[in-house]
């Protein structure tokens, strides 16, 4: 079946630009959640959606960064004012519920010129 | 908030070696650690994980252990191939609604044949 599906899988963009990421996870998957994948580092967690809950933004590295998740599908990350520093592989994942396996998509890569 | 360490960052290996990745986490009231191999190019995929409620668990060449009184975990892959090249990371959570998985920085191995 269809697995989670990431767009653009590349973006370039001048810096100062927003930005929209998109990410369709597997259907009937009630958590999401965004991770940044910087060159050499790990994945960092930055925001999750589970059903209906308000969602855990802890992550979130500056008020430049949001998200939101329609209709308990689709979700965008959208990047504000972008500086060079938010280049990197954004990362979406999708679960049928707590505790079970992330299924991630491919990624999109962000470079900020 | 839960912090993993994970080490070594990379590890060459001989095909037919073992491999060992460890893992330590901070919050103790973590109890789902899983982990995921992530190839070049794609998101990361579980590859085997683990609850609190048992000590280790065994899938092929593949098995993790876990020591809750230290708080730390390892994968151990036997037999390695070229095919087993890739990032491994590890990642803990505490499985419930609400919770987001924390990840590790990643462990990337090489397999020369």
């Known amino acids: 079946g269809a697995g989670v599906s990431q767009s653009p899988s590349n973006k370039v963009t001048e810096k100062g630009k927003d930005v929209e990421l998109r990410c369709d996870p597997i259907?009937?998957?009630?958590?999401l959640y965004w991770y940044r994948q910087s060159l050499g580092q790990g994945l960092e967690f930055l925001i999750y959606?589970?059903?209906?809950?308000?969602?855990?933004k802890s992550g979130l590295p500056s008020d430049r960064f949001s998200a939101e998740r329609t209709g308990g599908s689709v979700s965008t990350l959208t990047i504000q004012r972008t500086q060079q520093e938010d280049s990197a592989v954004y990362l979406c994942?999708?679960?049928?519920?707590?505790?079970?396996?992330?299924?991630f998509g491919n990624g999109t890569r962000l470079t900020v010129t | 908030g839960e912090n993993v360490e994970q080490h070594p960052s990379t590890l060459s290996v001989q095909e037919g070696d073992s491999a060992v990745i460890k893992c330590t986490y901070s919050d103790s009231a973590s109890n789902y650690f899983p982990w995921y191999k992530q190839e070049l190019g794609k998101g990361p995929q579980l590859i085997i994980d683990i609850r609190s409620n048992v000590g280790e668990k065994k899938d092929q060449r593949i098995a993790v252990t876990l020591n809750k009184t230290a708080k730390h975990f390892s994968l151990h892959i036997t037999e390695t191939q070229p095919e087993d090249s890739a990032v491994y990371f590890c990642?803990?959570?505490?499985?419930?609604?609400?919770?987001?998985?924390?990840f590790g920085k990643g462990t990337t191995l090489s397999v020369s044949s």
């Open positions: 959606f589970q059903g209906n809950s308000a969602p855990d």
């Open positions: 259907s009937g998957h009630t958590a």
């Open positions: 994942a999708s679960s049928s519920r707590q505790g079970s396996p992330l299924h």
């Open positions: 990642a803990a959570s505490i499985d419930q609604a609400g919770t987001a998985l924390i």
